[in-house]
């Protein structure tokens, strides 16, 4: 039987080495692989470049090895809410690989399923498809590196002519992803949110590291209801369910006057 337990994140990251390219799935605060993201950090990890749909915040997720400037590159969709990405970005000491949300679940997607690149009309007639995008600034206000023009070509899509822009795939070193649960063959199950770019992250990695909060039997999940099927997992820690989880921004509602 194949068992693809390890005893401690420690352990499942310990061979992360300097410089690595790592997927990270995550949405906003959602299913931040918080415990791998710590091991990783505790070890010194560094210079390393991370596919990932945002950042984290300054003190969570992500935010938690660009504080101690551990990252190197960032590709990602959204970056609004670090004030730390920003100031290493406008500075010049980090890279940002700004990429269309879709585009980026598809790069991910593709790099998984073997697809070294494909075309989508997403970008078209923007610096994405164009060229010049900024990817690091110099520390002056000027840019240092800037993103390339990439290939177009026309397709007829449902009878009418559009332009598309080329998209590689994208494969990883590592990934390291959070699920709900998750069995010692590698089957995981995802919980609402936090399904969003963590089954996407894993399959892109060469080496996908899972940590779940509740770690079962092979067959006590159903095959129906597996999210991510083990072939694309390598190692799976158990975290537990009592492990924190952050909100973004909490929203509550004013009740109704009277009510």
Partial sequence: MIDKQVASAAEAVADIPDGASIAVGGFGLSGNPMALIEALLAQGTTDLSVISNNCGVD????????GQRRIRKMTSSYVGENKEFERQFLEGDLELELTPQGTLAEKLRAGGAGVAAFFTPTGVGTQVAEGGLPRRYDGNGGV??????KETRTFTVAGRERECVLEEGIVADFALVHALRGDRHGNLVFNKAARNFNPLAAMSGRVCIAQVEELVEPGEIDADAVHLPGIYVHRVVEVGTDIEKRIERRTVATPAEGA
């Fill in 59 to 66: 003190d969570w997720g992500l935010g938690l090895l660009l």
């Fill in 144 to 149: 240092a590196v800037a993103s390339p023009v």
